[in-house]
């Protein structure tokens, strides 16, 4: 995996640079490509830790870009992964439930909104397990 994680470094580098400038498609464009590098059987696949941060990276050019609808879908994946990985005790769980509401309500999916945020609270007065 050395030259596709130099790839997926790269373009980590590229879509930062992109955000910065303001060109929120071309960010989001690659970002579509680490994702589909990271899904590689080297990386884990579906269940790989890189897999989860390219589509992390991957929502947040979305939203840049407007596109929050396609952001939600991209961080309920990553909140899958991250509960069956890690568990929703998790500060990355907790911070994307959090992502996951504010960006859903962006999209105006007060639904899938309330639901992460009504997780995201009751997690927090549990306080840690």
């Not at 790269?10 to 960010?27: N, S």
């Not at 929050?68 to 500060?91: I, T």
């Amino acid at each position: 995996p050395g030259r596709s994680q130099l790839m997926l470094d790269l373009l980590d580098d590229l879509v930062a640079t992109y955000a910065k400038q303001g060109k929120d498609l071309e960010a989001v464009a690659a970002a579509e490509e680490a994702v589909e590098i990271a899904l590689h059987k080297d990386f884990g696949g579906e269940e790989g830790a890189r897999y989860g941060l390219a589509l992390d990276r991957l929502a947040e050019a979305c939203v840049n870009a407007g596109r929050h609808s396609e952001a939600v879908s991209h961080l309920q994946k990553v909140l899958e992964q991250l509960r069956a990985q890690m568990g929703p005790s998790h500060p990355a769980y907790q911070t994307t439930l959090k992502k996951l509401g504010d960006t859903a309500l962006g999209a105006k999916k007060t639904k899938v909104a309330k639901k992460a945020f009504g997780e995201w609270i009751a997690l927090l007065e549990a306080g840690p397990s």
